[in-house]
């Protein structure tokens, strides 16, 4: 009887053990971000800073794709980047497994024409207002033709959709929202396939990154955005708007819009001051 109670516990051990290296909580992934920032992130769910100083990334989440983001802001070399922390709470309904909340997020996610209607706060006039509007999904990047929200194959397998936008500062223009599977996560990034800007061009295709690396944790549903952003004719660009806001706001809207689907909510976008 002692024997099998013994073994009892070694095999509970174990499980224990192995759930836990599997699915590890928030503060493992964050063992390399400064300590002021994770108690902020623990305080407010979320925090963010802006590499005026052209650090480059100092956010990052110690995983296997941590890397990955280095080469491609070295290799893009923003001008304007804007990097924030996100913890999403689970909703009360959903199981704590990293899949069925990789599967579930891939799902919501392609349901791409609730991204109209996304809200900002507007420093300028100081109240919520909206940031995208007609929001749809296109067949390619060269015909444009409208197509209905799609279904998406398998979160393992990763796909592409194309999207037509239009964004109050930066008018219409046309994106590549890509879903990429990575080990432990759902990597979610858009960048432009036309020329953005109302007046003047102010973005060309490809130098407008926005990537969410969605990390389902024990404890939370942890994210980390980037946004890299090269800009053209920056005198007048910056005459038109602050860069960083301007951007940062977008990456929150889409961490916004995928905390909304899990929830079934409609919450706005949070207020908070980036970290220097």
């Known amino acids: 009887m002692i024997k099998k109670n013994l073994l009892t516990v070694i095999f509970v051990f174990s499980v224990s053990v192995l759930f836990a290296e ?158 990429e599977p990575a080990p432990g996560m759902l990597v979610v990034s858009m960048s432009n396939v036309s020329d953005l800007g109302f007046i003047i061009k102010a973005v060309k295709p490809e130098d407008l990154m926005i990537m969410l690396q969605i990390i389902p944790c024990s404890d939370t549903i942890l994210v980390y955005g980037y946004c890299g952003v090269v800009l053209q004719n920056d005198d007048f660009v910056n005459l038109l708007l602050d860069p960083y806001y301007a951007f940062y706001r977008r990456m929150t809207a889409m961490e916004t819009w995928l905390y909304n689907s899990l929830h079934n909510d409609d919450a706005l976008p949070p207020l908070y001051q980036p970290l220097p």
């Open 22 to 179: 599997q699915f590890p909580d928030s503060d493992a992934y964050l063992s390399d971000v400064p300590a002021e920032v994770r108690e902020v992130l623990k305080l407010n769910g979320h925090v963010f800073r802006y590499d005026e100083e052209s650090s480059g990334p100092l956010y990052l989440p110690a995983t296997g794709n941590a890397a990955g983001v280095m080469r491609m802001h070295r290799s893009m070399n923003p001008e304007v980047m804007v990097e924030a922390l996100y913890s999403i709470p689970y909703p009360d309904d959903m199981p704590r497994d990293p899949d069925k909340v990789i599967s579930e997020l891939y799902r919501l996610g392609h349901k791409v024409s609730g991204i109209s209607g996304a809200m900002y706060y507007s420093e300028r006039r100081k109240k919520y207002d909206v940031l995208f509007t007609d929001v749809y999904a296109v067949d390619n990047p060269e015909d444009r033709h409208r197509i209905p929200d799609p279904a998406g194959s398998s979160a393992g397998t990763g796909d592409t959709v194309f999207l037509h936008m239009k964004e109050n500062a930066l008018g219409r223009g046309y994106y590549r929202l890509s879903f």
